[in-house]
């Protein structure tokens, strides 16, 4: 996938909301994908007007030989966060992860060669959604579990009282999204931060690999932006 952008949210209120999903081939083949609501509540009948919500590009990908030394960055860690307080400070923001989306087993903290700081992450799939995990090519709990621990890196950056911001960021856009295999068991994720990060707009750079160190999954640019008002965050509670 290329240039993934979260344009608007969806609110669901009292009524429900039905989302169409577009996809287009351009002139060289490639893919555009679209998710989007139209001005009339229901059925696109081609004459309301439309709030894009999602959109991407795609293009066909060779496969990519490329490993983590996941035994270098074992040796380069110097701390651990605990599990519980990720998904405490996640829930402090508003996030209230169920127990299907807590696949965050460990998080290990260090610096690279460069002095830049990096998580990482060991994921599984907690054990009520084991069964037919297979059924995914890439399943949601263990990629939403590797974003999330993006918020790993605040906790390294907190301020010398202890002090973290809490406030929550919502998914904004992504630069490349590249799939190589498929991701419906245990995994490890390798964060770090993106050139252009800042206090507002957050980056950050993803690998999710196998035991061997495989990347099955490369995700750069992934950005996610201050939610400025967020009394009705709705959050996923299953």
Known sequence: LRNV??????????????????????PTGDLACEIYTSDNGGADNGNAERTIHFQCGATPLTQDDARIDLAALRARRDGEIPVDDCYALLGMGGLNYGTAFRSMQHIGTGKAADGAPFVLTHLDLPEPI????QDFHLHPSLLDGALQSSIGLSLMSSTGD???????????AVETFDV???????????????????????????????????????????????????????????
Not at 130 to 133: D, E, L
């Open 5 to 26: 952008v979260w344009a608007q949210p969806v609110v669901v209120a009292a009524q429900p909301v039905t989302l169409h999903v577009a996809l287009l081939r351009g």
């Open 130 to 133: 084991r069964a037919g995990a």
């Open 162 to 172: 202890g002090t973290v911001d809490s406030r929550p960021h919502l998914p904004y």
């Open 180 to 238: 190589f295999a498929p991701v419906h068991g245990e995994v490890h994720a390798f964060v770090r931060l993106a050139s252009g990060s800042s206090e507002r707009l957050r980056k950050f750079d993803l690998a999710l690999c196998d035991a061997a160190g495989n990347v099955c999954v490369d995700i750069r640019g992934f950005s996610v932006r201050l939610l400025v008002n967020h009394d009705s965050l709705s959050t996923p509670g299953r």
